[in-house]
T-cell receptor, first 113, second 113 residues
Framework: DQQVKQNSPSLSVQEGRISILNCDYTNSMFDYFLWYKKYPAEGPTFLISISSIKDKNEDGRFTVFLNKSAKHLSLHIVPSQPGDSAVYFCAASASGGSYIPTFGRGTSLIVHP | DGGITQSPKYLFRKEGQNVTLSCEQNLNHDAMYWYRQDPGQGLRLIYYSQIVNDFQKGDIAEGYSVSREKKESFPLTVTSAQKNPTAFYLC????????????FGPGTRLTVT
């Protein structure tokens, strides 16, 4: 049973517009959330994270929002650029557990020029 | 230049052969991990090690084995018992047991025919 779900396998956006990637989780023990970006045939790289004590974290063009009551988080990319085209993985960890993240299946973002 | 190296990038084997994937890190990280990525499946944890000479099974350890004799090295052996070994294999490390962010290597694409 998937504990971290990314229900949209793919997303297509025009350059300059906002990209919104969504992630839902079921385990209420998760208290730290991360987004990773992955290009084909490469390893994922850490993008941004958020602790459950916050509801928003911003880093340049990337903002992550957390809605704990809905067990939902989203990654906003504004403005989107063609170089943002990649697979984005949502991951969740529990500080009371092993800290090892559970990953979603990923969303493939394509940003068209 | 600190980082994680995985070799080779591409590996081909015949069915029934064991094969060992290399993972080395010079980040002085205590913890290391092996993941498998299949299309549409996200990252699934095979094995992890939080300290030298100790390792734990992940979610899909069957058909795999590991060793952690040195802090910087965490090789993964894909045995003939693994029913579907063709996949993209990712090695990662993190500074210690109580850290969330993981650093990934470039991955090894294993094809078994």
């Amino acid at each position: 049973d998937q504990q971290v779900k990314q229900n949209s396998p793919s997303l297509s956006v025009q350059e300059g517009r906002i990209s919104i990637l969504n992630c839902d989780y079921t385990n209420s023990m998760f208290d730290y959330f991360l987004w990773y970006k992955k290009y084909p045939a490469e390893g994922p790289t850490f993008l941004i994270s958020i602790s459950s004590i916050k509801d928003k974290n911003e880093d340049g063009r990337f903002t992550v929002f957390l809605n704990k009551s809905a067990k939902h988080l989203s990654l906003h990319i504004v403005p989107s650029q063609p170089g943002d085209s990649a697979v984005y993985f949502c991951a969740a960890s529990a500080s009371g557990g092993s800290y090892i993240p559970t990953f979603g299946r990923g969303t493939s973002l394509i940003v068209h020029p | 230049d600190g980082g994680i190296t995985q070799s080779p990038k591409y590996l081909f084997r015949k069915e029934g052969q064991n094969v060992t994937l290399s993972c080395e890190q010079n980040l002085n990280h205590d913890a290391m991990y092996w993941y498998r990525q299949d299309p549409g499946q996200g990252l699934r944890l095979i094995y992890y090690s939080q300290i030298v000479n100790d390792f734990q099974k992940g979610d899909i350890a069957e058909g795999y084995s590991v060793s952690r004799e040195k802090k910087e090295s965490f090789p993964l052996t894909v045995t003939s018992a693994q029913k579907n070994p063709t996949a993209f294999y990712l090695c990662a490390s993190s500074p210690g047991q109580m850290t969330y962010e993981q650093y990934f290597g470039p991955g090894t694409r294993l094809t078994v025919t």
